[in-house]
């Protein structure tokens, strides 16, 4: 794979840190790794900066003006690419939705709230549960028929060119790994808009590095987070011409973790923020990895995840979401 044929902005350094979690293992007896993408060092970091590298390049070279994107309320998403579109003197407008019903106010205007406005971005609210991409491709035809340059970003940054930031993450990551001698027999991620995801099983499929990735949903049942997973894979693979494409089985999700739905704290996403925080001072966020990590480590215990194996979890960031979650995280525990 050839990824300079494609336009980027290059937005931090790389590779991002990877490191064995020394305290974890030992807590559970096992051999656990952190691909550390909570440090891309723009608006305290995160998995869409990755993606943003070439959705911006792609969106300059397009002479674009302003970009339009969307999310929940306490979007990551929205938070990272507004600060990357201020770096470019690009306007920013972001729909959120009111994918969650709450009146609380840390939710509301805390946490990625507060740094979207501190970006400068516009935002506009939506309803929860309408399709949001089109709203957010609708917001797009309105500014271009006003005679403005817009660039439309999908939910989580989540098409072909912004999974090639997670194709590219894959390079790097068995570089490293080769590099430190260290044989890695599973990757784990969040997985929600599929970008991510999807990018790292094309990366690694295109490496020929034959290290499995599992999913830990946070919002669909299985067979439709593996079914968006696999198309966007296949999109991605096309686009940066892997030969032979990507196999179904290689897409591979476990949505046991999500709880009650997106966004909605569960008691083990609660106890994982807590262990890794405790033990190794990581922070991980409400919404994604603290789900995900939820889900490694029940894996871990009940020996679905083999001790014996070297796991690496990709931290995708999110912190800045666990000011949106105060009461979730007040009390002592
Ligand atoms: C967006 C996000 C994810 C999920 O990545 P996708 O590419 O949308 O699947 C995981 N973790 C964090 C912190 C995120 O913001």
């Known amino acids: 794979m050839h990824l300079a044929r494609f336009p980027r902005v290059k937005l931090f350094p790389a590779p991002t840190p990877l490191h064995r979690l020394e305290n974890l293992s030992r807590e559970l007896g096992a051999d656990i790794w952190i691909k550390r993408d909570d440090c891309t060092v723009v608006a305290t970091g995160g998995n869409k900066v990755r993606k943003l590298e070439w959705l911006i390049g ?73 399709d949001m991409n089109a709203e957010a491709e609708k917001k797009g035809a309105e500014l271009r028929a006003t005679g403005v340059k817009a660039y439309v970003i999908p939910g989580g940054g989540s098409n072909k060119v912004g999974a090639l930031g997670y194709v590219s993450c894959a390079q790097e990551l068995v570089r490293q790994a080769d590099e430190m001698g260290l044989k890695i027999d ?43 997973v696999f198309r966007l894979a296949e999109a991605t693979a096309d686009y940066v011409g892997v030969r032979g494409g990507i196999a179904r089985s290689a897409v591979v999700a476990n ?7 997106y966004g909605i704290p569960t008691e083990g996403m609660v106890a994982a923020v807590r262990m890794l925080a405790r033990l190794e001072g990581i922070l991980l966020d409400p919404v994604y990895s603290g789900k995900a990590m939820a889900g490694m480590i029940d894996l871990i215990r009940s020996g679905e995840i083999r001790k014996s194996e070297t796991v690496v979890f990709l931290h995708t960031g999110g912190a800045v979401g666990l000011f949106g979650y105060g009461e979730t995280f007040a009390g002592e525990a």
């Open 58 to 130: 792609e969106a300059r070279a397009q002479g674009a003006t302003h970009v339009v994107t969307q999310g929940a309320v306490q979007s990551n998403h929205v938070r990272q690419t507004a600060a990357v579109a201020a770096m470019y003197g690009l306007k920013c407008t972001a729909l959120l939705e009111h994918r969650i019903e709450t009146n609380d106010r840390d939710y509301l205007q805390g946490g990625n709230v507060l740094l979207d406005k501190l970006f400068g971005c516009e935002i506009e609210y939506r309803p929860g549960g309408i």
């Open 186 to 228: 599973r990757l784990v991620t969040a997985t929600g808009s599929a970008g991510t995801h999807a990018g790292l099983v094309v990366g690694l499929e295109g490496e020929n590095a034959g290290i499995p990735v599992l999913g830990i949903g946070v919002r669909l049942p299985k067979d439709r987070q593996e079914e968006n």
């Open 255 to 261: 949505c046991d973790y999500v709880g009650k739905g």
